[in-house]
C-alpha cells in the first residue's frame, strides 16, 4: 500500500514543485519591474545605463 500511495502522490509532488518554481520567477521578474520602475521615477524617468565594453548606452542599450 505504501509503493501504491507514493505512485500516486509523486507525480502531484512533482507538478507542485513546479508550480512553485515558476510562481517564484513571475515574483522575481514582477519585483524587478518595480525596481527599474521605482529607478526610472528617482532618475528623470530614464532608465539605467547598459553598459557596451566600458560605455553607457544611455537611450539605446539593449538589455540582453
Known amino acids: 500500500t505504501i509503493a501504491l500511495l507514493s505512485a500516486i502522490l509523486l507525480p502531484a509532488l512533482g507538478k507542485t514543485k513546479e508550480r512553485a518554481w515558476a ?27 547598459y553598459y557596451f565594453q566600458g560605455v553607457p548606452q544611455w537611450g539605446g542599450g539593449y538589455w540582453t
Open 23 to 49: 510562481i517564484n520567477c513571475l515574483n522575481n521578474q514582477k519585483q524587478l519591474v518595480l525596481a527599474f520602475g521605482m529607478y526610472a521615477h528617482d532618475n528623470n524617468d530614464v532608465m539605467p545605463p
